[in-house]
Each structure stands twice: as C-alpha cells, then as structure tokens.
Nanobody, 123 residues
Framework: VQLQASGGGLVQAGGSLRLSCAASGRTFSSYAMGWFRQAPGKEREFVATISRGGDITYYAAFVKGRFTCSRDNAKNTVSLQMNTLKPEDTAVYYC?????????????????WGQGTQVTVSS
C-alpha cells in the first residue's frame, strides 16, 4: 500500500491542524493505521494508532486529549486532528500501515510509511 500524508504547516501555539493520509489499493481496511513523528535530532516516535474498523484508538501520553485519530475506510483515508498545539509538537509527521495482529506502538513493526508532512508550531 502507498501512503500520502498532507495537511502540515505553520501554526501558532494553541492552534489546530488536521493531517490526512491517503492510501492506495483495495486493502486499506485490512491495516491498522498509525501516526508517528520525528523532531530534529530525535528518533521517530509513536503518536497514535487506530484499529482496522476505526473503533479503537490509542495515543501516546503526550498527545492524549489533544489529538484525535480517525479513518474512513470507504475513502481510504486516515486523519489526525491536532488541537491545542505546542511548540514541542513541531516535527515531521508520518502515517503508517500495520499488517500484523491488532496494532503496535513499536516503529520497527510497521510495514508501510508515507513520506511525512512538516508541522511547525511557533511560540
């Protein structure tokens, strides 16, 4: 599956952005989907994941309550609504697809990656 992330940009602290990820192929609903991010000089880290049916989500502690992950299997898209953004949320955000059982927060186990979209939060 090929993934294309979009929606990044520059926003002031406290603002919002909505990231989207479009997937190619007919098997989108067979993958758990996730979002990761990588800040300059840091390792890529888990942000959020959503189950194949979209009924279960799980978030990193640092975004819980501020970010919401959703998916539309009919449109082959997954989204990340980010509210109350902080300067420390500045990073390149990646969407990813997971083919294994349930889902995972371990970056090494994800199968497909989008190209990333830059999110910059100014103070």
């Amino acid at each position: 599956v090929q993934l294309q992330a979009s929606g990044g940009g520059l926003v002031q602290a406290g603002g919002s952005l909505r990231l989207s990820c479009a997937a190619s192929g007919r098997t989108f609903s067979s993958y758990a989907m996730g979002w990761f991010r990588q800040a300059p000089g840091k390792e890529r880290e888990f942000v959020a994941t959503i189950s194949r049916g979209g009924d279960i989500t799980y978030y990193a502690a640092f975004v819980k309550g501020r970010f919401t992950c959703s998916r539309d299997n009919a449109k082959n898209t997954v989204s990340l609504q980010m509210n109350t953004l902080k300067p420390e949320d500045t990073a390149v955000y990646y969407c990813a697809a997971f083919s294994g059982r349930y889902t995972s927060t371990d970056i090494r186990t994800w199968d497909y990656w989008g190209q990333g979209t830059q999110v910059t939060v100014s103070s």
